[in-house]
């Protein structure tokens, strides 16, 4: 392949691009939305591209897309990977990678930031899932104590009242009798 200006340190790769989901027809186009984002950008070219029909996997279909790409540097192929997570990377040519110290040295670290950027994503994610978790916990407890009211009622009734098995709500129970918002008598729960 000839070079384009700017293009001297292009490097040729096969990458496979795999998704999960259903319905059949949405993992199609979806797979399909994928391959158009990735043509948008400037910094490579989609020399091939194969799309293959999705496959039952249970539930869920399964489908991928075979790629050959031209990125303009190893440092877009890096980022590449980053923003669409291929399931495999096979680099084509150049057949050997010469780079210096300070090229590898400031790919390695645009790599790290974006890293580091998607850890504190994923940090803050789990920070507020832990708080959804809580409230949730909250409002569950809330609900119990509700139900009980000025009642005495077995597990079997608590359970039918609030829509959960009475195998996930003992442990729950048991929680809340320990910590004191609840209390029981025999196999009797109140307030």
Request: one cysteine or more; a negative charge.
């Amino acid at each position: 392949m000839e070079s384009k200006a700017g293009w001297e340190r292009s490097i040729v790769a096969r990458a496979i691009i795999e998704i999960m989901g259903a319905p059949k027809d949405y993992i199609s186009e979806a797979l399909r939305a994928i391959l158009e984002d990735i043509k948008k950008h400037d910094y490579l070219e989609v020399v091939h591209e194969e799309l293959f029909e999705p496959k039952e996997a249970g539930e869920l279909f399964v489908t991928f897309m075979e790629l050959e790409i031209k990125f303009k540097s190893v440092e877009y192929l890096f980022g590449f990977c980053i923003d669409y997570l291929p399931a495999s990377i096979d680099i084509v040519e150049p057949d050997k990678i010469d780079y210096r110290a300070s090229e590898l040295t400031q790919s390695i670290n645009d790599l790290l930031a974006k890293l580091h950027k998607i850890d504190s994503a994923l940090k803050a994610a789990n920070a507020e899932n832990e708080i959804l978790q809580k409230n949730a916990m909250l409002l569950f407890r809330n609900n119990v104590i509700i139900t009980l009211g000025k009642d005495k009622l077995k597990i079997e009734d608590i359970s039918r009242r609030v829509g959960i098995s009475e195998e996930q709500l003992k442990p729950f129970l048991e929680l809340w009798v320990k910590e004191g918002f609840i209390k029981r008598e025999n196999d009797l729960y109140y307030v």
